[in-house]
């Protein structure tokens, strides 16, 4: 599992020219799933990301995570970060999950976020998206597991 993390000032999701998530100070993080990726790895990487201290404090030390600032949390899934491009010019997608059991696990992933932080926004699961954000920073963490 992979979540690439970006610490913004605002970030929305648009369908077909509307947006359908939005969010202000936070984290918007691209969510990758591969075959072998579980509930316990998703737990881990929602301790993580909930705790990770990438916020300025009063003296301006990167201290602070996200519930101590009352961030909000913009998740959407992201299979292209499981291409591999390592034969050729096309990336080969044989890594991601299959759709149906990627799908279920970000559902976990944002059902449990939602326990844990008071604004938590989502994309749409398979669907052609656009993302705007402006990447406060830039801040930009990838963790894996």
Do not use: W
């Not at 648009?14 to 790895?41: A, C, P, Q, R, Y």
């Amino acid at each position: 599992m992979k979540f690439v993390i970006q610490r913004v000032e605002n970030a929305s999701v648009e369908i077909d020219k509307k947006t359908i998530s939005e969010i202000g100070n936070g984290f918007l993080v691209l969510i990758g799933i591969t075959h072998n990726d579980t509930k316990e790895t998703a737990d881990y990487l929602i301790n993580k990301l909930i705790n990770l201290r990438v916020f300025e404090d009063e003296n301006g030390k990167l201290n602070l995570s996200l519930n101590d600032i009352k961030g909000e949390l913009l998740l959407v899934s992201q299979f292209t970060l499981y291409g591999d491009c390592s034969r050729g010019n096309r990336p080969s997608f044989t890594q991601a999950a299959n759709p149906e059991y990627a799908n279920e696990l970000y559902e976990y992933i944002v059902n449990e976020c939602k326990q844990k932080i008071q604004t938590v926004k989502s994309g749409v699961f398979g669907a052609n998206m656009k993302i705007n954000l402006i990447n406060d920073g830039p801040v930009t963490i990838i963790m894996e597991k």
